[in-house]
Nanobody, 126 residues
Framework: VQLQASGGGSVQAGGSLRLSCAGF????????MGWFRQAPGKEREFAAS????????YYGDSVKGRFTISRDNGKNTLYLQMDSLKPEDTATYYC????????????????????WGQGTQVTVSS
């Protein structure tokens, strides 16, 4: 599957952005999906993930309560609604897809994911 992320941009602190990740070549409903982010000089960080059906969602501590992950399997698209953005949210955001059964429990681990989008930049100014 190929993944294409979009929706990044520049916003002031307290603002919102909605990221999208479109899938091509295979139905995303076969995959656990996740969003990760990476700031310059830092390791890739787990942001959120969602089960194949969308019935279960998981969030990293730094985004919990502010970000919402969702998916529309009919549109083959993953979303990340980001509210109350902070300057520390500035990073390149990547969507990822995992077909392994291990992702049912290790959804936070980027090494479990098989496919990655190209990344979309989010910049939050104070």
């Amino acid at each position: 599957v190929q993944l294409q992320a979009s929706g990044g941009g520049s916003v002031q602190a307290g603002g919102s952005l909605r990221l999208s990740c479109a899938g091509f070549g295979r139905a995303l409903s076969s995959y656990v999906m996740g969003w990760f982010r990476q700031a310059p000089g830092k390791e890739r960080e787990f942001a959120a993930s969602i089960s194949r059906s969308g019935g279960s969602t998981y969030y990293g501590d730094s985004v919990k309560g502010r970000f919402t992950i969702s998916r529309d399997n009919g549109k083959n698209t993953l979303y990340l609604q980001m509210d109350s953005l902070k300057p520390e949210d500035t990073a390149t955001y990547y969507c990822a897809a995992c077909i392994r059964g291990s992702c049912n429990s290790r959804w936070y681990n980027p090494h479990e994911y098989n496919y990655w989008g190209q990344g979309t930049q989010v910049t939050v100014s104070s």
